[in-house]
């Protein structure tokens, strides 16, 4: 932050009192911090009144934007009514019966529970021990390793920081714990090798997962997660044909596959589900952030009938199904879940995203010209650019010039939020943007963009 303004009074209290999540803690006062006030449609404003158009929905969530009047009126009138009851010892809540119900509707394959959760995080952790007590119920109590992938992101908890693959969620965190097994990052640009095409290094990275479960004895593997297009790793897109060819070896050896759908859910590729826009074929699903369209926290992981099955076989051994949290299938959260997927559905958010998809990707593909971006990758409404030192080597920037989180830097300065990862800059825009917005939105990064050397 430019250092010759003064600090509000805001922002002298929250240096004074947040520790700040995903944050380079020692520079707070240099870059930040940044208090958002209020929202509106695609934009925020801070405590001066600047608008900024959000382009990562928050963090890849409020895919209805801000202060929408429905979403409101439903979590009024959730909170006169019921604010707060739990499904524990089979208590039961309309909010969360109708929202099952809806995410069984249109759910990919076909599913038969919906368990509620607070967060991505503790979706995917639920999976884990979902996994593990499957296992158990099935007599398997040696199929328990889990296999996650390079770059993948699928929570902080320590059991879904342990699946996630970036360093920096397990150096100093004393992560990954046991059991869980990294696999190829499928992302061709940056890991394809010297004169490799995108089919050899396909053939390569399952030839290499093929190893992985022969090495460690497919008998010790439960299951495999995947986030359909890794979000948080830089908006990967796998190469055609990656998910079928990795669905085969895992049908082979009876290995779950648990989609991470936390960023891909409910119209952000394009369809309901990423695994819909890229050909995979889920045995379980993780979801949260877009489920409410964040105007709430609730995640949830939906299991088919068969494996909810070996759940009754294990609690009736033990006496009883001993897991869950305080807050999942909170009735807030619940109510304003079943409201999203009606506007979802009602206002056809996802026949939006897909009229809107066109713009988006001509004006990153025309970002491709500029002598920093290496790779411009997108699919429906979400996306990132990849800077690079040199186009013709890909040769990354030095890690400690910050290449990328000066470029969010400067959208910041340019009314613009977008996420840094790494020197990618990650777009999400709300889903509800016009193409009159997402103009807007690429000029602006333009300017951001004109300003990094
Ligand atoms: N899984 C994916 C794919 C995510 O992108 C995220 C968060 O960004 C999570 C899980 C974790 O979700 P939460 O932050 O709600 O715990």
């Known amino acids: 932050m430019n250092q010759s303004v003064p600090l509000t009074n805001l922002q002298t209290r929250d240096i004074s009192s947040v520790l700040h999540p995903y944050t380079p803690i020692h520079r707070l006062g240099e870059i930040g911090p940044l208090v958002i006030e209020r929202g509106e449609g695609v934009f925020v404003y801070d405590t001066q009144g600047r608008d900024y158009i959000e382009g990562m929905s928050g963090l890849w969530c409020a895919g209805l934007g801000f202060g929408d009047e429905e979403m409101i009126d439903a979590a009024t009138e959730q909170l006169r009514t019921l604010p707060y009851y739990h499904l524990f010892g089979a208590k039961g809540t309309e909010s969360a019966i109708e929202l099952a119900e809806k995410l069984k509707e249109i759910a990919p394959v076909p599913m038969s529970k919906v368990f509620f959760t607070s967060s991505g995080s503790e979706a995917n952790d639920t999976q884990v021990k ?37 360093p920096y969620n397990h150096i100093g965190w004393d992560l990954p714990v046991d059991r869980v097994l990294h696999t190829d990052c499928p992302h061709y640009y940056r890991f394809g090798q010297d004169g490799e095409t995108e089919q050899e290094f396909l053939n390569r990275i399952v030839g290499s997962l093929r190893d992985l479960i022969e090495r460690e004895g497919p008998d010790t593997i439960a299951a495999m997660i995947a986030e359909p297009i890794m979000g948080a790793g830089g908006v990967i897109i796998p190469p055609a044909g ?8 895992l049908d082979e050896h009876d290995i779950i596959f648990i989609s991470d759908e936390v960023i891909t859910g409910f119209g952000r590729t394009g369809n309901w589900w990423g695994s819909q ?13 877009q489920l409410t369209a964040a105007y709430a926290p609730l995640g949830a992981v939906m299991v088919p009938e068969d494996i909810y099955q070996a759940y009754v076989d294990h609690s009736k051994q033990i006496g009883t199904f001993g897991h869950g949290f305080t807050y999942g299938g909170h009735p ?12 979802y559905q009602k206002r056809d958010i996802i026949g939006h995203v897909r009229s809107v998809a066109p713009v988006f990707e001509a004006r990153m593909k025309k ?14 409404l979400v996306g990132a650019v990849e800077l690079v030192a040199d186009k013709a080597t890909k040769r990354s920037f030095d890690p400690k010039k910050g290449v990328g989180a000066q470029c969010a830097k400067f959208c910041e300065e340019n009314g613009l939020i977008q996420r840094a990862i790494v020197d990618s800059i990650a777009f999400c825009p709300p889903m509800i943007i016009t193409e009159a917005q997402l103009n807007e939105l690429f000029d602006r990064f333009e300017k951001a963009l004109a300003a990094c050397e």
Request: aromatic share 6%; with cysteine; net charge positive.
């Open 130 to 166: 979902l996994a593990w007590y499957m296992n158990n119920a099935k007599g398997r109590p040696n199929k328990k390793k889990i296999i996650s992938r390079m770059k993948a992101y699928h929570g902080v908890t320590v059991m879904s920081a342990s699946l996630t693959g970036l």
């Open 242 to 249: 990656y998910y079928p060819a990795i669905q085969a070896l």
């Open 277 to 289: 826009t890229v050909n995979m074929r889920p045995t379980t699903i993780s979801t949260a952030k």
């Open 332 to 343: 807030l959260g619940c109510a304003l879940g079943v409201k999203a997927i009606e506007i």
């Open 367 to 380: 970002l491709t010209d500029h002598p920093l971006v290496g790779e411009v990758r997108h699919c429906g």
